[in-house]
């Protein structure tokens, strides 16, 4: 299949609830060993997210997935950049219209412990934003069947309403959290590593309330996660950071399969398969420590654990890449690495000029008419030495 590729964020589908584009997001922190005190946990983020839709957020510890949850959830300001939920950017709205937004948006925390009021009742949990958004149900009445109602979605009973949180086990304590998320009626559930503290059977269960939670009430999720085969089990589609920045999105099934990005690559070798005839020859380790944030590689933030880079990736800021037939993304250098023949980018002079249309690469040389992306989707086309090598290239280690 012929595959156009262009120069910048993913569109926005049909369907998009929330919408971020080129978001950066800095901390001041104290001073490093090189005098830099301004750490970017955010560098350009872009991420869509459809209605009823799950979409995973994976990567390294550190590499901003929290801030960019609290920064969804209006807890962080951002430097620059814009996020817009049902075409509304939240940051524009006062009042009762900043209201309503965050009632749209709601979280569910890593730890069902912490995250619950050990003072408070189930019921006092799960009805408290009712305190704030008191137009939602106007009477006691109206609230005391709501909370039943709610009580019954997650799998608990009314009667459990009156115990508090250290009367129910981990995944009850994580039920109430989602009981708590619900009570809002929101669209998007940002959920923050939801079931990393539970056992695994309760991790399944869970799973699977949340899943029939998402049939039953068409609610998006922003899934984040360090476990790969709970994201390929839950997600549709999937995006990957690294230090700050999505280096690749796409459907679950593409990510893990055919991913793009060299990082991606060696994150998704290392994720069990439920085939073991579809286990990967080669599994990638990375070599060398993930860098500190606060002073990240130049160019691309991976080079430093990259096995195909080259010199170009220290002085270029890889951009991101849509491919517009999938919407999948990757970070990308216009090095001469893609110029080869077969792989057209339209990353014209002229913005959104075309193979065809007069587009070159930043060096000038113009694209070839006839040029194909047939051969695209194999593994980090972009990050591939201009010249295929005889022998394959040997990744960092192979474990
Ligand atoms: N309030 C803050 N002040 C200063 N630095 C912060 C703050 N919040 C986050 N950071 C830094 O921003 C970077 C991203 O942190 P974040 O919590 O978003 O990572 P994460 O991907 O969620 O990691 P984990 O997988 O461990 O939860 C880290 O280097 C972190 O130390
Ligand atoms: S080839 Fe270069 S741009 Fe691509 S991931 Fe490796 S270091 Fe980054
Ligand atoms: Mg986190």
């Known amino acids: 299949m012929t595959a156009t590729l262009t120069h910048g964020a993913p569109a926005p589908t049909a369907g998009t609830a929330l919408q971020v584009e080129n978001v950066t997001k800095t901390f001041h922190v104290a001073r490093s060993a090189s005098g830099n005190d301004r750490l970017k946990a955010l560098d350009g983020v872009s991420l869509s997210i459809g209605r009823g839709e799950t979409v995973g957020l994976v990567g390294e510890s550190g590499c901003g997935k929290s801030t960019l949850a609290r920064t969804l959830m209006l807890l962080e300001t951002p430097d620059s950049g814009s996020i817009t939920f049902e075409g509304r950017d939240p940051f524009s709205l006062r009042g009762k219209e900043l209201m309503a937004w965050r009632r749209r948006v709601q979280m569910v925390f890593q730890d069902p412990f912490a995250s619950l009021n050990a003072r408070m009742t189930a019921g006092e949990i799960i009805s408290e934003p009712w305190a704030t958004h008191r137009s939602l149900y106007k009477t006691a009445r109206e609230r005391d069947a709501r909370l039943r109602e709610l009580l019954q979605l997650v799998g608990l009973r009314s009667s459990d309403a009156k115990k508090s949180p250290q009367e129910f086990s981990g995944g009850q304590r994580q039920r109430i959290g989602i009981a708590r998320a619900l009570a809002l009626n929101p669209d998007l559930i940002i959920l923050d590593e939801p079931v990393s503290a539970l056992d695994l059977s309760v991790q399944a269960q869970v799973l699977n309330l949340l899943n029939e939670l998402q049939q039953k009430l068409g609610v998006s999720y922003l899934f984040i996660s360090h476990d790969l085969s709970v994201v390929r ?143 695209f989707t194999h593994l980090a086309e972009c990050h591939f030495p201009m010249e295929e090598p005889a022998a394959p290239e040997q990744p960092a280690t192979v474990g």
């Open 233 to 375: 089990h839950v997600t549709d589609r999937v995006a990957v950071m690294y230090l700050g920045r999505i280096i690749e999105t796409g459907t679950t099934e593409d990510v893990f399969e055919r991913p793009l990005h060299p990082y991606t690559a060696a994150l998704m070798s290392a994720s069990p398969k439920l085939d073991p005839a579809e286990r990967p020859a080669e599994r990638i380790v990375l070599r060398g420590e993930l860098p500190s944030p606060l002073d990240p590689p130049s160019g691309c933030r991976f080079r430093t654990r990259c096995w195909k880079a080259q010199d170009i990736c220290a002085t270029e800021r890889p951009a991101a890449r849509t491919a517009q037939e999938t919407g999948r993304t990757t970070a990308a250098l216009p090095a001469p690495a893609v110029r080869r023949p077969g792989a057209v980018w339209s990353l014209g002079t002229a913005p959104g000029a075309g193979p065809g249309s007069g587009s070159a690469w930043p060096d000038g040389t113009p694209v070839p008419e006839q040029a194909g992306m047939a051969d």
